[in-house]
């Protein structure tokens, strides 16, 4: 091959391998930042602290809205009633949440034989045991080991 034809080739060769460097770096760097929630992230919610949430609601009603200390005082009132009642509403979704959700398993087991029944409290047991260990790595609590789940 003569000298300008294998140079050629290898400019080439070169150009395509470093393309493909510049798109394996990029989609790593985009699925860590975008897809992942961050380096070293463990999907934690991105939801902003209610408390500094707070803060920054009463200090932009105290300089721009100008409130003077009795109704800063009566708007902190404000917010905690609001807090508490969504913390009610809260508590009672959940409640009746559980309530649909064990109807729903109540119908399925008399739906089953017998024979299937076991291996259905068997998937319930495992899918309660993994919700129990997201909620425990989602307030930042270390998981518990993982049980082996042999057939």
Known sequence: MPKSRLSAFVYLFLVFA???????LGYRL????VLGGGPGS????SAPDPEDVRKHLVAEMKDRVKLDAGQ????NQILDATREDFH???????AEGRV????????????LRPDQLAVYQQVL???EAARKRRL????????????DFKK
Request: net charge positive.
């Open 18 to 24: 470093g393309g493909a460097a510049v798109g394996a």
């Open 125 to 127: 047991a495992e899918h």
């Open 42 to 45: 463990a999907r934690k919610s």
């Open 100 to 111: 649909i959700h064990d109807r729903q398993v109540a119908q399925i087991e008399a739906l």
């Open 136 to 147: 425990q790595q989602e307030r930042g609590n270390p998981p518990p080991p993982r049980p």
């Open 72 to 75: 800063l005082a009566r708007y």
């Open 88 to 94: 009610a509403l809260h508590d009672r979704m959940n």
């Open 30 to 33: 985009y699925a860590v930042q």
